[in-house]
């Protein structure tokens, strides 16, 4: 009876050992984001390939998925349109704005993580895909947000002639190995 006990144990530990060596940790320090909106004037947009992400692949599932975008790394273009953008979402004090989630599969589906920008943090829920290149995963996500429910007034300026939508599109194209 010991002995199959001992062979049970075993399995279960070369199990776990083996779930161990299977996972490859990715990263990328080349994420491209793209964050667009209106305003009374015309449209606009800022981009950004100097976000980060990292996880770890197991199976089909991707976990431990993070995200960070130095706040200021977001660029329009127009120097007075960006600063405008920095001040509304307090960039000075809050340098970072992160996307954690627990998973992600492989496909077409949703992921589902906490996005933090300023001091605020929500459960966000979009939809992505997820495709496998060999050793290396695209990500794609775009959805919709508003700054005012993380405690962002629409930025305006022209003495409040021109104001900017509550509403925004945020892409992330991340390519990670």
Same mark, same amino acid.
């Given at each position: ?15 776990l ?9 990715i990263?990328?320090n080349n ?9 009374t004037?015309h449209d606009?947009t800022m ?8 996880g ?7 976990t ?10 977001l660029k ?10 920095? @001040?509304?979402i307090?960039?000075?004090k809050?340098p970072?704005i ?5 998973s ?9 993580? @906490?996005?933090?920008?300023t001091?605020v943090t929500?459960t ?5 895909a997820?495709?496998?290149?060999g050793?290396?995963y695209?990500?794609?996500?775009t959805e ?7 405690g ?7 003495m409040n002639?021109?104001?900017t939508?509550?509403?925004i ?5 991340v390519?990670?190995?």
């Amino acid at each position: 009876m010991k002995k199959a006990v001992n062979f049970k144990m075993m399995l279960l530990a070369f199990g776990l050992f083996a779930g161990l060596v299977s996972a490859q940790k990715i990263s990328s320090n080349n994420v491209k984001t793209t964050v667009s909106g209106t305003s009374t004037l015309h449209d606009w947009t800022m981009t950004s390939t100097a976000g980060t992400f990292t996880g770890t692949v197991s199976g089909n599932t991707i976990t431990d998925v993070k995200y960070v975008l130095g706040s200021k790394t977001l660029k329009s273009g127009k120097g007075p349109m960006d600063n405008n953008a920095y @001040k509304a979402i307090q960039a000075d004090k809050f340098p970072s704005i992160t996307f954690t989630a627990t998973s992600v599969n492989i496909g077409k589906g949703t992921i589902t993580g @906490k996005l933090t920008v300023t001091n605020v943090t929500k459960t966000v829920e979009f939809p992505v895909a997820v495709a496998k290149n060999g050793n290396s995963y695209t990500i794609n996500g775009t959805e919709s947000i508003k700054m005012s429910d993380y405690g962002i007034t629409p930025p305006s300026f022209m003495m409040n002639t021109v104001k900017t939508g509550d509403e925004i599109k945020v892409s992330v194209n991340v390519v990670a190995q």
